[in-house]
């Protein structure tokens, strides 16, 4: 049984990591949120020790740890402008880090975590769940197995539709989420790197608080993409079920079916991790390097464009 600790009680993808912490049948000892909003604990590790202070969090890891009990994991679920803080601090703890996506909102911020790995024997890993999803993998095989000049046409379209409380939260703030593109979309730009190799063109058509689009070309990909967290963007006849998330992937105008599957794949990944399959800091680079360049991007029209870019800016 490993012992864990986890950055973020309080946040929404938290429950996700607790989940996977029991499900694989190790052990959550100590938990940080300034945010006092945890009683999810209660159903995952009622047992498990809780601070509100920073300070207070690390003293008692840091006596866990002299006492011949320390913590073997970190995992990270805080804000994306904090992951790079807490990594580093899980690594100097003498722990391995797990953490959410976005890994890092910069590239140069994963040389510097490189670094604190060689210094202290330690291993940062990843959430890149969609690489670990059966019909994402499956296509991926299928993508090898194909003539290496080949190239696809893709349509990603992912739109999440988020209240006004989203943009008054830190996920609003640029310089604390990335943007829409970082929080939302690095999974998918992971995942299109994962399956149609390394990225060659990247350019920007919209870039809007609540919306980004653009054209990114792979190897093996020609990709249109939108994301939006307005409701709006939702087809009308989505809507009209009640439904308020529309996501589709196509491939040569074939869909792409993977909206099952998801509920298990932060499990999926400890497994991996705990294997010591996960994925490190390399494998994130390519992502990273992809919103970090969409961020600073001015956004142009023209080109290969997502349908939704036209209907966006009516």
């Not at 829409?180 to 990247?202: C, K, P, R, S, Y």
Request: with cysteine; charged share 25%.
């Amino acid at each position: 049984m490993k012992r864990f600790a986890l950055i973020g009680a309080a946040g929404y993808i938290a429950p996700r990591h607790m989940g996977a912490i029991r499900s694989t049948q190790n052990d959550l000892v100590a938990a940080l949120d300034p945010n006092d909003s945890v009683g999810i604990i209660d159903s995952h590790f009622p047992e498990a020790d809780f601070f509100t202070e920073f300070e207070r969090f690390d003293r008692h890891l840091d006596k866990l740890r002299r006492n011949g009990n320390g913590v073997d994991y970190v995992s990270i679920c805080s804000p994306n402008y904090l992951h790079d803080s807490h990594m580093r601090f899980a690594l100097r703890s003498g722990a391995d880090a797990i953490c959410e996506k976005p890994l890092v909102l910069n590239p140069w911020n994963i040389d510097g975590l490189t670094e604190i790995e060689k210094d202290t024997g330690r291993k940062v890993n990843t959430i890149l769940q969609l690489r670990v999803h059966p019909a994402i993998t499956e296509l991926r095989e299928r993508i090898l197995r194909e003539p290496k000049d080949k190239k696809h046409e893709v349509d990603l379209t992912y739109i999440t539709s988020r209240g006004h409380w989203y943009l008054q939260s830190w996920k609003g703030a640029e310089k604390k989420s990335g943007g829409i593109a970082t929080n939302i979309g690095v999974h998918f730009f992971d995942m299109l790197h994962f399956i149609f190799g390394e990225l060659q063109e990247n350019k920007v058509h919209l870039a809007e608080d609540t919306r980004a689009a653009g054209y990114l070309e792979y190897e093996h990909a020609r990709v249109r993409w939108f994301l939006s967290i307005d409701i709006n963007d939702v087809p009308s006849s989505v809507r009209a079920a009640g439904q308020r998330t529309f996501r589709s992937i196509t491939v040569d105008g074939h869909e792409i079916e993977f909206s099952g599957g998801f509920t298990d794949l932060h499990t999926r990944s400890y497994e991996e991790i705990l294997a010591g399959r996960g994925f490190g800091l390399e494998e994130n680079r390519v992502a990273i390097e992809t919103v970090s360049h969409i961020r600073n991007a001015e956004a142009r029209s023209g080109g290969e464009q997502h349908p939704f870019v036209s209907k966006a800016k009516k």
